[in-house]
């Protein structure tokens, strides 16, 4: 079992910045990949970015990339979620998410969701 706790989000004027923090607990996590996940009302989840837990390679969905940066902290056991130059779009709710499938579509710990609004 792994424990997902996400912290950080809130509202921020277009152009700001906000740091989403996951807390991590339970089993080894040295295989999966973690990442963070979003969903806006009336809109499909969808992936953000992903990291793999061991040698960090990372993913980011296109509107994401150059403005958002996702990093970990192994001996914290932290996952983080830089999010910067925000914008109107990226309102939702954000889930921390660990052992993300090869399709980006699913995971099998999920935390429990952290609102970021994001004001025009």
């Known amino acids: 079992q792994v424990q997902l706790v996400e912290s950080g989000g809130g509202l921020v004027q277009a152009g700001g910045s906000l740091r989403l923090s996951c807390a991590v607990s339970?089993?080894?996590?040295?295989?999966?990949?973690m990442g963070w996940f979003r969903q806006a009302p009336g809109v499909e989840r969808e992936i953000v970015a992903t990291?793999?837990?061991?040698?960090?390679?990372?993913y980011y969905r296109d509107s994401v990339k150059g403005r958002f940066t996702i990093s970990r902290d192994n001996a914290k056991n932290m996952m983080y979620l830089q999010m910067n130059s925000l914008k109107p779009e990226d309102t939702a709710v954000y889930y921390c998410a660990a052992g993300i499938g090869l399709l980006r579509r699913s995971a099998d710990y999920w935390g429990q969701g952290t609102q970021v609004t994001v004001s025009s």
């Open positions: 339970g089993r080894t996590l040295s295989r999966s990949v």
């Open positions: 990291i793999r837990w061991s040698g960090g390679s990372t």
